[in-house]
């Protein structure tokens, strides 16, 4: 009934009750099926480069029709088809990234390094910095939507980046050198560490896109969606986010990631829609917008304490 509940011994379900059965290992021929990545990696790739070819000709004010039945309807295609091939290249982007080991079943593994209650600590640690992280970036774009500081644009693209480059190292070196491997090890079968990481990293990538951008080194103005692209991103990853716990710490981890992410991901397409918008009082509504729900993305990280019964099964 729950695929995700692993126990080391026999036992109950702890979301229903039911008793747990042997798990069966994967049979040779199960092994040769093809990877899930190769579709999706494929329509990654497909729907990345419509997406970049449909930008542009919206950048540029060209009109355009479908080319599957835009010759026969005369259909034209808009701002829609764009976060439509966006959108389906992300979902495939979030498909490879949620393939992999089960979390659970590494546990033991990731134990090694704290206590369940070492973990909730180190976890609320890090909604924190990410929301005060995020809350910096939204009153800074906030204070240059307002006016003040508006030539320098590249303000809060280089928090971003030195955020980043400081979480990342912690991550990994905060535990002994001789145990890098192991962490690294842990780091990548664990889906919910290797989204963290994932996370962070393109965080990394669209604050330096956003500050090559600011600063006139990248003038093509697709550059401008790298950000809004990877807010979209990293919502849809806590909408589908992993979590270890019991079914109460599961019930409520669950439920506040997938509204953080619905959150997330507003921000990214209203900032989306700035950048296409072309009535300027339209740009206005829409930069405030995407400011506004990045602040309360900001404040749900702040206000976030994990569970009581995360990182144990039972």
Same mark, same amino acid.
């Given at each position: 009934?729950?695929? #995700?509940?692993?126990?080391?011994?026999?036992?109950?379900?702890?979301?229903?009750?039911?008793?747990?059965?042997?798990?069966?290992?994967?049979?040779?021929? *199960?092994?040769?099926?093809?990877?899930?990545?190769?579709?999706?990696?494929?329509g990654? &790739?497909?729907?990345?480069?419509?997406?970049i070819?449909?930008?542009?000709?919206?950048?540029?004010?060209?009109?355009?029709?479908?080319?599957?039945?835009?010759?026969?309807?005369?259909?034209?295609?808009?701002?829609?088809?764009?976060?439509?091939?966006?959108?389906m290249?992300?979902?495939?982007?979030?498909?490879l990234?949620?393939?992999?080991?089960?979390?659970?079943?590494i546990?033991?593994?990731?134990?090694?390094f704290?206590?369940?209650?070492?973990?909730?600590?180190?976890?609320?640690?890090?909604?924190?910095?990410?929301?005060?992280?995020?809350? =910096?970036?939204?009153? &800074?774009?906030?204070?240059? +939507? $307002?006016?003040?500081?508006?030539?320098?644009?590249?303000?809060?693209?280089? &928090?971003?980046?030195?955020?980043?480059? @400081?979480?990342?190292?912690?991550?990994?070196?905060?535990?002994?050198?001789?145990?890098l491997?192991?962490?690294a090890?842990?780091?990548?079968?664990?889906?919910?560490?290797?989204?963290?990481?994932?996370?962070?990293?393109? $965080?990394?990538? +669209?604050?330096?896109?956003?500050?090559?951008? +600011? =600063?006139?080194?990248?003038?093509?103005?697709?550059?401008? !969606?790298?950000?809004?692209?990877?807010?979209?991103?990293?919502?849809?990853?806590?909408?589908?986010?992993?979590?270890?716990?019991?079914a109460?710490?599961?019930?409520?981890?669950?439920? !506040?990631? #997938?509204?953080?992410?619905?959150?997330?991901?507003?921000?990214?397409i209203?900032?989306?829609?700035?950048?296409?918008?072309?009535?300027? *009082?339209?740009?206005? @509504?829409?930069?405030?917008?995407?400011?506004i !729900?990045?602040?309360?993305?900001?404040?749900?990280?702040?206000?976030?304490?994990?569970?009581?019964?995360?990182?144990?099964?039972?």
């Open positions: 009934m729950h695929p #995700e509940i692993v126990s080391g011994t026999a036992g109950q379900c702890p979301k229903c009750g039911m008793r747990l059965v042997l798990k069966e290992e994967s049979s040779p021929m *199960s092994r040769l099926n093809l990877d899930i990545g190769d579709d999706h990696g494929l990654k &790739i497909t729907m990345i480069f419509s997406g070819g449909v930008a542009n000709k919206l950048l540029k004010r060209e009109p355009f029709q479908c080319v599957c039945i835009g010759t026969f309807l005369k259909v034209p295609l808009t701002k829609i088809t764009l976060i439509e091939d966006f959108g290249a992300i979902l495939a982007l979030i498909m990234l949620m393939h992999g080991a089960n979390g659970a079943d546990n033991p593994l990731i134990f090694q704290h206590s369940p209650e070492e973990f909730r600590e180190i976890v609320t640690l890090g909604h924190w910095i990410i929301g005060y992280l995020l809350g =910096t970036v939204a009153v &800074i774009a906030l204070i240059q +939507a $307002l006016g003040v500081l508006k030539k320098k644009t590249y303000l809060w693209p280089v &928090i971003i980046i030195v955020a980043s480059v @400081i979480i990342v190292p912690f991550t990994f070196l905060h535990h002994e050198l001789n145990q491997r192991l962490v090890k842990v780091m990548w079968l664990d889906m919910q560490q290797r989204q963290h990481i994932i996370m962070i990293f393109f $965080l990394f990538i +669209a604050g330096v896109s956003e500050f090559l951008y +600011a =600063t006139k080194k990248l003038k093509n103005e697709l550059w401008g !969606f790298v950000w809004p692209s990877v807010l979209i991103i990293i919502g849809l990853m806590f909408v589908l986010h992993p979590q270890h716990g019991n109460e710490a599961l019930a409520f981890s669950e439920l !506040f990631h #997938e509204i953080l992410g619905i959150v997330l991901i507003l921000s990214g209203f900032k989306g829609l700035e950048i296409t918008s072309i009535s300027e *009082s339209k740009q206005k @509504i829409f930069s405030f917008a995407w400011i !729900f990045l602040l309360v993305a900001a404040m749900l990280f702040i206000s976030y304490i994990e569970p009581v019964g995360s990182y144990q099964l039972l």
